[in-house]
Structures are given as C-alpha cells and as structure tokens.
C-alpha cells in the first residue's frame, strides 16, 4: 500500500515548522532555506510527466556552532579523487592529525600488492611540528619525496594533499613539485586543498580535478590504440568492489573500459582518458568538472549513469547502449534478459519482506537520490532524503526520483536529523557513521550509505542482490523485538519520581 503523498507532505511541513521553532529567529531564517518538501511525481503521474526541482538551498557555510556532518575541501581531495588512484603515493602535507583520520577510511577496493606498487591504505604525512610552523615545510616535504623514491621506487607518481596550516604559512609546493618533477621523472601533482576552504568536502573534489586538468593531461606523451568503444568510467571509487561490478557489465555489452578512476586506478589511466570516447560519469558532485574540461576540450561527450537496482540499471544501459548504436544496443538487450532471472529472483525473495517499509536517507554525493529506485524496486518507499554537501543542480537531478511529499533536508543539523527521524520514525536510516548509533539506539534500524557497512558491491545485478540482502537483515533483524524505541518506553514510578 503506497503512502498518501499528500497527508505525508502536509505532516512533513508541520514537522519543519516544529523544528524550526526550537531556534532563535536568526538561525530559523537561514534553515529555513533548507528544508522543504519535494514537488515530485506521486503514484497518480506517469512516467514521463516532468518533474518540478526541490526548492532547498544548497552549498552554503554552515551555521556556527550547530553539529554539521560536512567534511572539508581536504577531505574531499584526499579521501575521493586522488586518495584512491593505487600506484601513486598521497602525502598528507601539515599535521598528522588529518592524515591519521582519513587513513583507509573508505573500502577503495583495489588489486595489487600494498607497499610495493599500490599505496591506498598506506599513510603518508609530512608530520609538521611547531618549528615547521614556524619556518615552513617546504624543505621537510623535498626530503619526504626523496626518501619516498628511495623507498618505494614503483611508486608512479606523488600527490601532496595540503592541510589547513599550508594555506596559512604559505608554503610553495608547487615549486617544490616542479623541482622533484624534474629530477625523478615522474608526475607530481600539488593540491591546494586546505580544509578551511570553501563550506565542504565539494570544493575538495573541485579542487583536486582541475589539479588533474593542469598537472597530468597532456604532461606525458601517451601511447594509445584506441577502438571504436572505448570508455572511462569516472567517479567510481570502488566501494566495496562497485567498480568491478560496473567493469563486468560495460565488457558484457561490448564496451572497453580504458579508464575506472579513481577507485582502482592507475596513474596511466588518468593520463589516458582524453583518449577515450565517452566519459560515464558515476558520482557527479564530486567529478562532474573534469568531465566538463574533457569535453570543451577534446570533444568528448559525457553522461551520466545509474547502477543501483534494476530499473535503473537497465534505463542507464540501454541509453548508454543507444549512445554506441545497433551492435552495441543488440548486446546489450541480451546482457539484460541475462540477467532478468536473478532480478526476477531477488524481488520474489525479498520485496514481500520489505514491501511498503519506509526509509530515510541522509548522505553524500549522488547516494540521496541514485538508490532511491533500488529501493523502490524491492516495494519500498523513500519518505526523507538528503545531502551533506549537494549544490543546487544535485537537488534538481532529485527531483526527478523522489516522489511528492518527500521531506528534503539539506545540510541538516544533528538535532534537526534526530527530530526529522522521531517524528516520521521510518522503518530503515541510510547514512553515515557518525548517525549509525544514535539511530540504533532510538530503536531504529540502520545501514551505512557511505562505505556499504562492511558489505558490498551494491552496483550491477550481483550487486542488487547484496544491497536486497542487506536491507532485510537490517530491517527485519530480530533484535528490534527486544526492546522500544524511547518514545515507546514506560517510565516507571520510581523513574519518573528521579527524573524529577
């Protein structure tokens, strides 16, 4: 039984209007902005009726003093664009502090052997101390990068990711890397990605994609044999092995993946992808830029793509397949009826259990609206969602999955999160680690939308089957019936007279 869009649109503005009451008049202005309700499709629209935008605003400083769940531009070249390409070395560039915290944060799969010639999970820092405070650490990062040489030699290049206090000193490391550049013969890229700039991880991603546009395309004579089908797929970080299970499809219907990056990259398939004849762009916040500067350019187009759950998987292959023309699209349409057994298979299992089960999500990148139909696709529905850093074009593309009536939070605060979530009380959250416990202990159940919870692929047909499996044993764990949530909770006499 689907929900009543409208009732759940009304409630949902009281909700806001609620939340929005605990402020001072100052704060609950300027949230204000962020919270709406969306004006999408409801089960009485057809599918092609256009979709009007959510009306949020985006990508602005967050309030002082309020628990956002943002990261910063550091954290966003670092721990997304570059920390995952596996034969170059990322040095942490300032304090150990950020370098300690994002270190093998993300499940970015990868295959090759680590400390030899693949360095994901390995960290490297500058370790700044007080006198490099001081007198700068440009002399402490040459010596860095000479003993990184020494040490690792099949290491295919260096990126220096800066922290806050190099924007500060004024440290030149784009000096310095043109300087070791030269005298090892290999790509090092300088990226000016101190966390203080911007107002999230985004101008991180920005950041560190026009650090690839203007320190490794067209640095390096590159050979090539190109084919008619050639592909990057870009903004892919491999999670949990999602990279793999988008690789297997794309080869499936006929296509040669030239380029997977960043998640299982290699340095050669950066430098390759101008060569490339189409850019499939998976994550668009944080990669969406270079794909731009690709196509203005060299010419080459760009789209982007859906591989959670089969409706979307399928939609995203066949305008992909339409892309290349008929040979591709008759592989294609093979590759799909492949695979429809195992869909056929999946749903038969797992939507009974989770039919007409509610879900709230909360989370970075392109996850608030690209798995809203694998849930649909289990007979679920989306109630609530939400971005940490979204700009205005990510709510518009929101709008176009999200039904009427879906309550839109942007940049929410802790307590603006754990009211919306008491006062719908869903049957499922989706969002990061920070959220997971406080979320459990209301009773209600969690799974981690940033790094799969430990599970994963969620990508591809294999990957629906996970990603099913996964929401159930969530939801319909047994440990739920073992206590209330708080709001269900009996305070005893005894209590209710110490609360006093």
Same mark, same amino acid.
């Given at each position: ?8 649109? +009304? ?19 300027? *949230? ?21 935008? =959510? ?11 309020? #628990?956002?769940?943002?990261?910063? +531009? ?23 502090? =950020? ?27 500058? $370790? ?64 000016? =990605?101190?966390?203080?700039? /911007? ?32 592909? !990057? ?38 430098? *390759? ?5 189409? !850019?499939?762009?998976? =994550? ?18 760009? #789209?982007?793509? !859906? ?37 056929? %298979? ?13 879900? #709230? ?7 608030? *609206? ?6 649909? $696709? ?7 969602? /939400?971005?940490?850093?979204?700009? !205005?074009? $990510? ?46 202990? #209301? ?30 044993? %969530? ?26």
């Amino acid at each position: 039984m689907s929900l009543d869009y409208e009732k759940n649109g +009304a409630l949902h503005e009281k909700l806001i209007a609620d939340v929005l009451s605990q402020y001072p008049d100052k704060a609950a202005k300027r *949230r204000n902005k962020h919270l709406g309700v969306a004006t999408g499709k409801d089960a009485t629209d057809k599918e092609d009726d256009v979709l009007s935008e =959510c009306s949020v605003k985006s990508n602005i400083k967050s309030i002082p003093g309020v #628990m956002t769940i943002r990261g910063c +531009a550091y954290a966003g070249s670092k721990g997304v664009v570059w920390g995952p390409i596996k034969d170059m070395v990322h040095i942490s560039h300032g304090p150990v502090g =950020c370098g300690q915290y994002s270190w093998s944060q993300r499940r970015n799969y990868y295959v090759g052997t680590t400390g030899i010639d693949t360095f994901v999970t390995m960290q490297f820092t500058s $370790d700044f101390q007080e006198r490099d405070i001081v007198f700068g650490g440009d002399k402490r990062l040459d010596k860095i990068i000479d003993e990184i040489e020494e040490l690792f030699p099949l290491n295919k290049g260096v990126s220096i990711q800066s922290e806050c206090p190099i924007g500060l000193i004024g440290d030149d490391i784009e000096a310095v890397s043109r300087k070791k550049a030269k005298e090892h013969d290999k790509t090092i890229v300088p990226v000016r =990605c101190e966390g203080f700039r /911007g107002v999230s991880q985004s101008l991180g991603h920005h950041i560190a994609n026009d650090s690839i546009r203007d320190w490794v395309f067209e640095k390096t004579d590159v050979e090539f044999e190109a084919s008619p089908y050639d592909i !990057n797929v870009v903004g892919d970080y491999n999670i949990g092995g999602d990279a793999w299970a988008t690789r297997i499809l794309l080869e499936e219907m006929g296509l040669r993946v030239v380029g997977n990056w960043s998640g299982d990259a290699t340095l050669a398939e950066v430098e *390759r992808a101008p060569k490339a004849k189409l !850019n499939l762009i998976h =994550c668009y916040r944080s990669m969406n830029y270079i794909c731009r500067h690709m196509e203005e350019k060299y010419g080459i187009p760009w #789209m982007e793509y !859906n591989f959670f759950g089969p409706s979307q998987i399928e939609a995203s292959l066949r305008k992909l397949a339409k892309h290349f023309g008929p040979e591709i699209e008759e592989k294609t349409e093979k590759v799909i009826a492949k695979y429809r057994p195992l869909v056929d %298979a999946i749903i038969a299992k797992y939507r009974p259990r989770l039919q007409s089960k509610t879900v #709230m999500l909360y989370v970075g990148g392109l996850r608030p *609206r690209h798995v809203v139909t694998a849930y649909e $696709d289990l007979g679920m529905e989306i109630v609530g969602t /939400g971005y940490e850093f979204a700009h !205005n074009d $990510d709510y518009q593309r929101t709008g176009h999955y999200v039904k009427k009536g879906t309550l839109i939070y942007d940049d929410a605060t802790g307590y603006e999160l754990e009211k919306f979530i008491e006062g719908i009380r869903p049957d499922l959250v989706g969002s990061g680690i920070k959220e997971k416990y406080p979320v459990q202990k #209301m009773g209600i159940p969690f799974r981690q939308m940033h790094s799969w919870d430990y599970s994963g692929p969620y990508h591809g047909y294999d990957g629906f089957a996970i990603f099913a499996k996964d929401m159930d044993l %969530a939801i319909n764990n047994p440990v739920w019936d073992l206590y209330d949530a708080p709001w269900k909770r009996k305070v005893a006499p005894a209590e209710a007279v110490a609360a006093e």
